[in-house]
């Protein structure tokens, strides 16, 4: 079996990256590679680079957390160059608990999750490689068998600092079993397993009285007491608390903000310090990231509450907010239906997603106080799409406006809940856009945390996604409808340029008949232009702008068609759609259409099925939804 070879071969890889030697052969692998012994963090910072970034108008866009997140660019840039990059560099701010706060199901378990993952596959990378003192139950970093007195002489040499001590067990160890020779003492290469508990930790708070502050730090074994005579003898302690097995990693620290005063305060000499108590021993060192995650009612009051003021300054909130970008969204309604059986049992409409999405970022978004911004025109330009009248500059202002933009809102997960009820409810093979946003209006009833007052608003976000919606069905229609539309489309266009181009030579046309020669057809220029908004006043411009287009494709020896500028191709389908609308209208609404009518219904359904993505079933329903709309 092929699956079978693949796991045979996936444990022969774990096999190969073993490695074991003294520490002798482990300092001449920090010299040929010093990044072995790298910080947690800088570990970290490194993984995520490796994968590679985009830059663009200044921003990065860090691959590795692409294939889950969407439409978190900007705060996923903040969390890398403000926490990992400086900490990666040793700057104070790895001193902090790193604190991801935002709205439900808006991705911060996600990151942590990436995180962790993450780590267990770049450790297993050249790059990524690690070296831990065998036997040590913290993994711990071999460069802390070198004495105090020694290592600034090992810096000049390596240009590595080393910071911490030995823990316990590796102290005895050494003084006991090598006689305080560090060269004899072996080395092995550390994978790092949150399943086996090697470099990723997890810390989840239960019932304070139950819980005992041993799940953090570790704890006696009282089966060895009597062996080794004294609970400060390292071998009679278990060194297996969530702080000890994370060392040189991560350690995820669930609902830190629920937890009990003596859990938080054990966080604090080991973010300032780099070290822990426990039990009867001197503090003990450990290098890992904490990162832990909340909403934003829970941080208020945590940072309300004066007893933490200490923990307060040591922890850097970054906050993940929902997403704003529809494109975005639609993929993130994408990754969680393919993680879901729904795939396999239904079919999604075109569109549908993309009108959930709408209604979903409206509920998110806030009023703009700029004259003429509405929220459509909002959602409009944060997806990167052009709205009249609004630029770059307006776009950067808007985010600007409100710090908490995102913070709360219709998270995705109650969309696709909704959208499963409406699958059980009615048993559909096929859900359209009007099936969710009538299973999203019946949900609002029952969701516990909506007011009166956003019930409101949000079934008004309904009626704008709905009514989003009714436009972009008449046009798919429409277009459906028009025979050869690419060929209608190009003369159209042509005839249009024609027009332009004589319009601003302030020349005459000929009769492509008659030959007389006559003035440019204003009145076809308009109607075209007219369909996107455009003014009187504002013809001139954009006319003499799609003249510098068609100049540059020249310049460059391409040929400017149909589909080389965006705002003139909508003009020209709108147009033809306009001319069509009668002959739409009749089709789709006539109760007992001829045979021709339903030949060209035939026609269009199957356009819509090869081209456009729909199944029989809301091909059909989509044209009758149509012809009702045409009717009204």
């Known amino acids: 079996m092929d699956f079978l070879k693949k796991v045979i071969e996936h444990r022969e890889l774990e096999e190969k990256l073993a490695w074991e030697g003294t520490f002798v052969n482990y300092l001449n692998i920090v010299k040929e590679h010093p990044y072995v012994a790298q910080t947690a963090h800088s570990r970290v910072y490194r993984m995520i680079v490796s994968k590679g970034l985009n830059e663009d108008n200044g921003h990065k866009q860090y691959k590795f957390f692409n294939t889950e997140l969407f439409g978190l660019d900007e705060a996923i840039e903040r969390l890398v160059e403000e926490y990992f990059h400086s900490s990666a560099k040793r700057l104070d701010v790895r001193k902090r608990i790193l604190l991801l706060m935002g709205p439900v199901s808006g991705g911060k378990s996600t990151i942590v999750t990436m995180l962790k993952r993450g780590l267990e596959k770049f450790t297993r990378t050249e790059e990524g490689a690690l070296y831990g003192i065998k036997g040590c139950p913290m993994h711990e970093d071999p460069l ?48 790092f397993s949150e399943d086996k508990r090697i470099g990723i930790g997890t810390f989840s708070p239960s019932d304070p009285k139950s819980q005992d502050i041993a799940d953090l730090t570790g704890s006696i074994d009282f089966s060895t007491i009597s062996e080794y005579g004294s609970e400060s003898d390292p071998r009679a302690y278990r060194f297996d608390g969530e702080l000890n097995k994370a060392n040189r990693g991560l350690m995820e620290f669930q609902e830190m903000l629920k937890s009990d005063e003596k859990f938080l305060w054990h966080l604090l000499s080991l973010t300032q310090e780099g070290n822990f108590k426990a039990g009867r021993f001197a503090l003990i060192s450990a290098d890992e990231l904490i990162v832990a995650h909340t909403n934003e009612a829970e941080y208020k009051a945590f940072i309300s509450n004066d007893k933490n003021e200490a923990l307060r300054s040591r922890i850097i909130v970054m906050p993940i907010p929902y997403n704003l970008k529809l494109t975005e969204e639609k993929k993130i309604y994408n990754k969680l239906i393919l993680e879901s059986d729904m795939k396999e049992d239904v079919h999604i409409a075109p569109h549908s997603l993309n009108t959930a999405a709408i209604f979903s970022i409206l509920t998110r978004l806030k009023e703009s106080k700029k004259n003429g911004m509405d929220k459509m025109k909002k959602l409009r330009l944060y997806d990167g799409q052009d709205v009249e009248g609004f630029n770059e500059s307006d776009l950067k202002e808007l985010k600007t406006e409100y710090q908490d933009e995102g913070m709360s809102g219709i998270d995705p997960r109650y969309v696709i ?58 046009n798919e229609v429409q277009k459906a409808f028009v025979y050869s539309f690419e060929e209608s489309a190009k003369t159209l266009m042509d005839n249009y340029l024609d027009n332009v181009e004589a319009y601003a030579n302030k020349t005459k046309m000929k009769d492509p008949i008659t030959e007389e020669e006559m003035e440019p057809d204003e009145r076809l220029m308009r109607s075209i232009e007219e369909q996107i908004g455009i003014s009187e006043n504002a013809k001139k411009s954009f006319r003499e702008e799609i003249l510098i287009r068609i100049s540059a494709y020249a310049r460059k020896g391409k040929k400017f068609d149909y589909k080389s500028h965006d705002r003139l191709r909508e003009a020209i389908q709108k147009k033809l759609f306009a001319d069509l609308k009668d002959v739409v209208k009749i089709t789709t609404s006539s109760k007992t259409p001829d045979e021709n009518h339903l030949k060209k219904m035939n026609q269009v359904s199957e356009r819509l099925i090869e081209e456009h993505g729909y199944c029989p079933i809301c091909a059909n329903e989509l044209l009758k939804y149509v012809g009702s709309l045409l009717n009204r």
């Open 144 to 191: 802390h068998l070198i004495p105090h007195e020694l290592r600034a002489d090992f810096e000049k040499e390596f240009g590595i600092k080393i910071e911490g001590n030995l823990c316990p067990v590796c102290q005895h160890k050494l003084e006991n079993e090598y006689q305080g020779n560090i060269d004899k003492m072996t080395v092995e290469r550390i994978l």
């Open 417 to 474: 809940n909704r959208i499963s009820s409406a699958l059980i409810k009615n048993e559909k093979k096929c859900i359209n856009a009007l099936d969710i946003l009538r299973a999203l209006k019946e949900g609002l009833d029952q969701h516990p945390s909506i007011t009166k007052e956003e019930r409101e608003k949000y079934l008004n976000y309904i009626s704008f996604a709905r009514k989003e919606y009714d436009d972009v069905a008449k």
